[in-house]
């Protein structure tokens, strides 16, 4: 059985730090593409943040490059988010998620191409 299980979220001041971790469980780690997804009360689902676990490679929003640093613990099977100067404009549900890695350079960045979801944890940033 799949799982994707989000922790680490919780409420913070502007400008604190959260790491958030993302533990899979049930299929073949290393080639699959993980990704932070968030949503915010009243806005669409946006990717955060992307790893592809077999090369390292990333890729970050530009709303939280220089702020955010994704990671993986590949014999831990486990995806980190730290999450550094937050901003009230970061609260949102945060989920992880996982997509087969395709051939090339690119990593897999479109929701529609995500297969598997965990169940999300908030982060609140408060003013």
């Known amino acids: 059985e799949v799982q994707l299980v989000e922790s680490g979220g919780g409420l913070v001041q502007t400008g604190g730090s959260l790491r958030l971790a993302c533990a899979a469980s049930?299929?073949?780690?290393?080639?699959?593409?993980i990704g932070w997804f968030r949503r915010a009360p009243g806005k669409e689902r946006e990717g955060v943040s992307y790893i592809r676990i077999r090369d390292g490679r990333t890729y970050y929003a530009d709303f939280v490059k220089g702020r955010f640093t994704i990671s993986s613990d590949n014999a831990q099977n486990m995806v980190n988010l730290q999450m550094n100067s937050l901003k009230p404009e970061d609260t949102a549900v945060y989920f992880c998620?996982?997509?087969?890695?395709?051939?090339?350079?690119?990593?897999?960045?479109?929701?529609?191409?995500?297969?598997?979801w965990g169940q999300g944890t908030q982060v609140t940033v408060s003013s």
């Open positions: 049930g299929f073949t780690f290393g080639g699959y593409d």
């Open positions: 998620a996982a997509a087969q890695s395709v051939g090339g350079p690119d990593i897999v960045r479109s929701p529609y191409e995500y297969d598997y």
